[in-house]
């Protein structure tokens, strides 16, 4: 069974710095999704970014960059310039695209990211 | 825009009761599932559906019921509700080989 492993339950970072957020995660498969979502306080599940596993390059979307790993399945999340709206929790996800896994997320535990001013 | 609508946001219940919490969405797409969501534990499937008329169980799917007789309504049922169902649920949908659209989520207190 796929399990997704978030080993920092709490990060904390200063306005305007840098933030990295561990995600590690294990399957047999080779064709799946990888993906970051944010929960802030309003409890909407957001989607932050998402990495196919067979494209090599590292997705970005604006201040939020993965650092991808296949193999050594990691899939960390980098926050730049952490502005007071990014303290959320953050939730990795896996989800394999074989037909008869593809219907299913699978999340880590989440980290808290609080956001000092 | 709609997307995934779920009603209430808020429930308590006594135990013993049942309820349906209702999920609709409008963006035509073939799955859908429902998580529960606990302090800790992420968020774990409870049961989902590939289309109209198909659904089966997830990770934790006792105590729950789940029908879909249309593309768009995916309701979960509550049959006796316990205080072990004390939670945040989510319904969420998707298309194949792409990422899911969460519902804002309902806060069911069973006391």
């Known amino acids: 069974a796929q399990t997704v492993t978030q080993s920092q339950p709490e990060m904390s970072v200063q306005e305007a710095e840098t933030v990295t957020l561990s995600c590690t995660y294990d399957?047999?498969?080779?064709?799946?999704?990888l993906f970051w979502y944010k929960q802030p306080p309003s409890r909407q599940m957001i989607l932050v970014i998402r990495q196919e596993a067979y494209k090599q390059q590292n997705a970005t979307e604006n201040r939020f960059s993965v650092n991808f790993q296949k193999a050594a399945k990691s899939f960390s999340l980098k926050i730049s310039d952490s502005q007071l709206g990014d303290a959320a929790m953050y939730f990795c996800a896996y989800r394999a695209n074989s037909g008869g896994s593809n219907y299913k997320l699978t999340f880590g535990k989440g980290t808290l990211l609080t956001v000092n001013p | 825009n709609a997307g995934v609508t779920q009603t209430p946001k808020f429930q308590v219940l006594k135990t013993g009761q049942s309820m349906t919490l209702q999920c609709a969405q409008d963006?035509?797409?073939?799955?859908m599932s429902w998580y529960r969501q606990d302090p800790g534990m992420g968020l774990r499937l409870i049961h989902y559906?590939?289309?109209?008329?198909?659904?089966d169980q997830g990770e934790v799917p006792n105590g729950y019921n789940v029908s879909r007789s249309t593309t768009e309504d995916f309701p979960l049922r509550l049959l006796s509700a316990a205080p072990s169902q004390t939670s945040v649920y989510f319904c969420?949908?998707?298309?194949?080989?792409?990422?899911?659209?969460f519902g804002q989520g309902t806060r069911l207190t069973v006391v």
């Open positions: 399957t047999s498969e080779s064709d799946y999704y």
């Open positions: 559906s590939v289309g109209a008329g198909i659904t």
């Open positions: 963006m035509n797409h073939e799955y």
């Open positions: 969420a949908s998707s298309r194949p080989r792409h990422e899911a659209f």
